[in-house]
């Protein structure tokens, strides 16, 4: 059984770093890719940046670009996701998910999820 853990998430200043790890287990992915997701509350969960396992396939919101970087260590099956300048609209539960095949922004095409961490940027 696959399992996502996600950690890192934490309070910070505006302008403040965060880096979140997710932890796969259960499965070597050889393909497909990981997915980052947040969701603030009362609104829908959204795409943040996805990495594909093999190869440097990087997909980004554009509300992050620059701003975030995603990652990935095979050899751990960890996927990251370092948060600079960070915003208090980046305030969320930030979920991690893997894909088996593929690389995109669509929730509904990813199979495994975490169960989110969150992360809280005051002003």
């Known amino acids: 059984q696959v399992q996502l853990v996600e950690s890192g998430g934490g309070l910070v200043q505006a302008g403040g770093s965060l880096r979140l790890s997710c932890a796969a287990s259960?499965?070597?992915?050889?393909?497909?890719?990981m997915g980052w997701f947040r969701q603030a509350p009362g609104k829908e969960r959204d795409f943040v940046a996805a990495?594909?396992?093999?190869?440097?396939?990087?997909y980004y919101a554009d509300s992050v670009k620059g701003r975030f970087t995603i990652s990935r260590d095979n050899a751990k099956n960890t996927v990251y996701l370092q948060m600079n300048s960070l915003k208090p609209e980046d305030t969320a539960v930030y979920y991690c998910?893997?894909?088996?095949?593929?690389?995109?922004?669509?929730?509904?095409?990813?199979?495994?999820w975490g169960q989110g961490t969150q992360v809280t940027v005051s002003s």
């Open positions: 998910a893997a894909r088996l095949y593929g690389l995109g922004y669509s929730s509904g095409n990813y199979h495994y």
């Open positions: 990495i594909t396992w093999i190869g440097t396939d990087t």
């Open positions: 259960g499965r070597t992915f050889s393909s497909g890719s």
